[in-house]
């Protein structure tokens, strides 16, 4: 079933990315989510490289995780972390890659997380 379930999000995911590609004007915010925790990264594909990065286990929001009830909330505050550290570099618009996911439960309140935070997609 796992196996199944993988090569799904896996063929979504070259569909989704066929159309999605991030400059450096407007880069693409892309999410991983795994077991327990979730990652995000900015990323400009025309150079190649990742302007900013958080995830679930980030030591700057380590206090906030613990407090957290349920893993959705702990995506709404990566979210909001990874909008923190795109605005210091001064990037506000951003492609928003959900990577094949379904955008249901942790993915959307990441991307509620990250549009809180000032981010625009």
């Known amino acids: 079933m796992i196996k199944r379930e993988n090569n799904s999000r896996l063929r979504s995911k070259t569909r989704i990315r066929k159309s999605i590609f991030g400059t450096s004007e407007k880069p693409r915010l892309s999410i991983y989510r795994s077991l327990n925790n979730i990652y995000g990264q900015i990323i400009d594909d025309s150079n190649g490289k990742t302007l900013a990065s958080a995830s679930s286990l980030s030591k700057e929001i380590a206090e906030d995780i613990k407090s957290a009830k349920g893993k959705s909330a702990k995506s709404k505050l990566v979210g909001t972390l990874v909008a ?38």
């Open 84 to 121: 923190k550290k795109a605005i210091e570099q001064n990037i506000t618009i951003v492609v928003f890659d959900r990577n094949g996911y379904k955008y249901h439960g942790r993915v959307q309140a990441f991307a509620e997380g990250a549009r809180e935070g000032g981010l625009k997609f």
